[in-house]
C-alpha cells in the first residue's frame, strides 16, 4: 500500500465550515453567512457543505485594502 504524505492529511484541499472558521480566524457564523450568501463557493457531500482551502484564500486576498 502506497504511503500518503504527511502533509495531505494535516491539511485538507476540503474544510468543514468549523476548520474554515478556525482557518480564517473567524465565527463559524460569519463563514455560514458567506456561504448562505454565496460569497464563497462550496461543495456538498451529503449534507456536509465542504469549502475548498483556495477558494477561502482568494476570498482573504479579495478583502484585502491597500495602504496608501
Known sequence: ???????SIESPRLLTIRQTA???????????????????????FGNRLLIDRKDIDAYIDAQKTAVA
Open 1 to 7: 500500500m502506497p504511503k500518503q504524505s504527511t502533509e
Open 22 to 44: 478556525a482557518y480564517a480566524n473567524a465565527t463559524i457564523w460569519f463563514v455560514r453567512n458567506l456561504i448562505w450568501s454565496r460569497a464563497i463557493p462550496f461543495a456538498k
